[in-house]
């Protein structure tokens, strides 16, 4: 697992449909929560910047757009600061920046890109929003989740060979 892997994903699936429509997980306390869990403030514009970098992220991951101008105009002037650990040199946008959560999200679509190439991927249900990063040793998975999409997707493929027969 790359890091802040879970804040890519968690960024990326806070709009998932939900009885047919888009719902929105990254405003009021919920989208708050999520913030707060992963360091930021929740404040009104973080949330705002957020969701700016999940648009640009979705759209780079599902539809292959061009990540320097989706993600350049977002990324802006961001600087980073460091600090140095034992295990290493961790590079942080300034804790006072409203942008700081979407850029370490931006930093987080990095590292999977460039440490799993190919494993960042839409959910192949059309009509699901969410995103997945493949772990599995052949690189084929498919499927937000087992679960939801798989299952769907396997009952229709079972609908579909008994209407044939
Ligand atoms: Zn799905």
């Given at each position: 697992?790359v890091?802040?892997?879970?804040l ?5 699936n ?5 009885d ?20 930021g403030?929740g ?13 640009a992220l979705q759209?780079?991951v599902?539809?292959?757009a ?8 977002l ?8 600090t ?9 946008p ?8 979407a ?10 890109t460039?440490?799993?190439?190919g ?11 969410l995103?997945?990063v493949?772990h599995s ?21 079972h609908?579909r060979?008994h209407?044939?027969t």
């Open positions: 697992v890091h802040d892997e879970e890519l994903i968690a960024v990326l806070s709009a998932p449909v939900e047919g429509t888009r719902a929105e997980h990254l405003g009021g306390a919920r989208g708050g929560e999520l913030a707060v869990r992963f360091g403030t404040s009104a514009l973080e949330l705002r910047r957020l969701r700016e970098m999940r648009d759209r780079v599902r539809d292959h061009d990540p320097a101008k989706a993600l350049g105009p990324l802006g002037d961001a600087a980073l600061t460091p140095v650990t034992p295990s290493g040199i961790h590079w942080k300034p804790a006072d920046r409203d942008d700081g959560l850029i370490r999200t931006a930093m987080a679509w990095s590292a999977v460039e440490g799993l190439p494993r960042l991927r839409a959910c192949a249900n059309t009509e699901c929003n995103f997945l493949d040793r052949p690189g084929t998975a498919k499927w937000c989740s087992m679960a939801t999409c798989g299952n769907r997707a396997k009952a229709r493929a609908a060979r209407r044939a």
